[in-house]
Structures are given as C-alpha cells and as structure tokens.
C-alpha cells in the first residue's frame, strides 16, 4: 500500500547508497540492489517521474473518497426527498409512518444505495412498503463511465381481505427478460393463473404491455375510474403490477404476505414527474385495496376461476410428487453407494458373510411375494 501511494520510495532502492551515505554496506551488495530497482521500477522512471505519478495516485485516492461521501449522502438526500412525496400522499390515509422495528425510523438504510420505507394502521391494507433502489452515485467508475442505473421503487401492499384472484400487468420487455431468467420461479407460478393473456390496447393502455388474468371481468372490477386515470398517466414508468392472494416468490419481501399488490416502477428523471407519479402509485395502491373488498364477478366468471384454481392445486400436487420420487431414487442410490463402499473395505470373510445374508434375505422376500 505504501509502495502505490508514495512511488517516491521506489528511488530509495534505486539509489540507497545516494541517499543514506551512512548505509555503506548496500555497496557490496550493488548487484542485488540494482535488481531489485529494476523488479520495482521497470520503466526506469527518475524523481520527478515518480512525484508526478505520486501526486496522481494520492488525486485519484482523494477523489475516489470524496465521491462515495458525496454520492452516500445525494443518497440519503433523494430517499429523503421521495419519502416525503410519500409522506404528502399517504399521511393521511395510514395512521403511522415509520418503521416499528427500527424505533419508529421513517427510512432504513439497506446498503449505499437501497432505503426502505414504511407505513402502518389502515383498513384494507395493514401497511405500504416502499423500497428505493437509487442510483450507485458512490461509485465513482460506474458514474463517469455512464453505467448508472436508471432508478426503482417497489411498493409491497398487503390486502386484509380478497377473494382468490390474479392480475398481472407487465412490460413485454420485462417479461422477456423474465423469460431469460431460466429459474423464474415467480413468472411461471403467475402464468399458470392466466385464464386470459389480453394485450395493452384491450383496456385502453400502451400495447407495450401484456395482462394476465384468470378472468377479463376481474380486471374490469379494479379499473374503476380512478384507478384507470392512474394507471394511464404512469404506464411509460410502470414496470409491472401483481395482485393475487397467493404468494408468488418475485422476492424474499413477497414471501412474507400471501394476499399482495407489488407495483414496480421506474422513476423518471424529471423531479416534478417523479413526484406525480409516485403520488399517485400510492394513491393507487390505496384504491385498489379498497375496490378488493367489494368486488363481485359473475357465477361463470366464477366457475373459471375456481377451474383454473383447481388445475393449478393438481398441478403442483403432481410436481410435488415428482420431487419426492426424485429425492427417494437420490437417497437410495447414495445408500446403495454407501454400502458397496463399506463391502469393499470388508475383509474376504467377512464379505462372505454379507453375501450369505443377502441371499437369505432375497429368498424371504422371494417367500413373501403372493404366487400368481
């Protein structure tokens, strides 16, 4: 460490005996000295070489420094600046903001980058969870490089009370990049509910959007009027919406409610749009809670749902007994492994006398199977 920030000791190996006249001996050892110069200073550098290279690596350290406590506190200060949109939006609609678990903390810091925030006391939904996923302003390379981020905000809204429902609204380029992911685990458990997959344009929004839903009287239900103005005026930020009333593994977060709305979107770069369309996703996850409780599909509609519920209870009873076959077959090909080790480190009598067991064993077996 000291070598690469002060190169200038470098020339204390390549002229010792120049330096420190009272070292006398380094000249009978002039020749270990010199390749040992070379091994650390193989470009030949000379002084003022070395203290422009010096000046230059204690410039980039310092730099480097200052951008990460800059870039940790624009962090604090755009987590800060989105809580309190929140704040705005959502203050009078839950009766406590701030996490119970942290001393009443309005945001949790998870990391440089990542802010959680909460609130709690409502009908309809126990709480809104909000995480922030910020730009890596702390990192210095990804910043003059342009590989910055765009950035996220997840809203995990919990529902008290809904009928088994599943409605997926998603990007067509996130769901390709869903599809890429060999193990999404959460994409195809959404699918499997998808009784209709509609297109954007079918209810009056981008055609770059893809809904999933056991029923097209289902997502009738949600897009009252409000709702519908809401979700028009975020739709070029909004990643995907999932409501459903079983747990679908996006996360570990989603793993922690079975009834839940997520909304995922990305922030725009303008802060006044940033603002209005935060605002009015709380507002919306607000109102789709509430339209939960009172949600009535016809006896048809039903009667598909409660199919395609059944089909996916068989289905996953079928997988879960592939997955025992499958470890039953693992455990007894491994005890059949273990025991040949432990036989072939048998002596010849004693294998023997496994042999002779096993036969006896085979022929009672043999006894007890019924004739034909």
Known sequence: MSV???????????????????????NNVGTQKSSMAAFLNPFDLNRESFDGLELGVMFLFLAF????????????????????????????????????????????????????????????????????NLAPRQDMFKTMLGLSESERVTCYI????????????????????????????????????????????????AGEYTIMTEHRELLQCLMFDQVFEDLKHIQPYLEFLHLSNTKVPWDATCEIWDKLLRIDITLPRDETAAKSTLQRVARMSCNIADTIQKTRISKLAEEKVDRIRKSVREEEEKEKMEERKKAFATEKQLKKKRLEESVSKMTREQQMKHHQRKKKKQFRDSMKKPRK
């Open 65 to 132: 420094c200052l951008n990460f406590y800059v870039g940790v506190r624009g962090n604090l200060r755009r987590a800060n600046s989105l809580a309190d949109y929140l704040d705005e939006a959502l203050g009078s609609q839950f009766e406590k903001i701030g996490h119970t678990s942290h001393t009443g903390k309005r945001l949790v810091r998870d990391g440089y980058q990542e802010y959680w925030y909460h609130a709690s006391g409502r009908i309809a939904t126990s709480s809104f969870t909000a995480r922030f």
């Open 4 to 26: 690469l920030l002060f190169p200038s000791a470098l020339l204390f190996v390549k002229d010792a005996g120049n330096i420190h006249p009272r070292e006398e001996h380094f």
């Open 158 to 205: 919990p529902i008290d009370n809904m009928r088994p429902m599943s409605v997926l609204i998603l990007k067509k380029s996130e769901l390709n990049r869903q599809k890429d992911d060999f193990d999404c685990e959460a994409l195809q458990k959404a699918q499997r509910y998808s009784g209709e997959i509609l297109n954007g344009e079918d209810i009056n929004i």
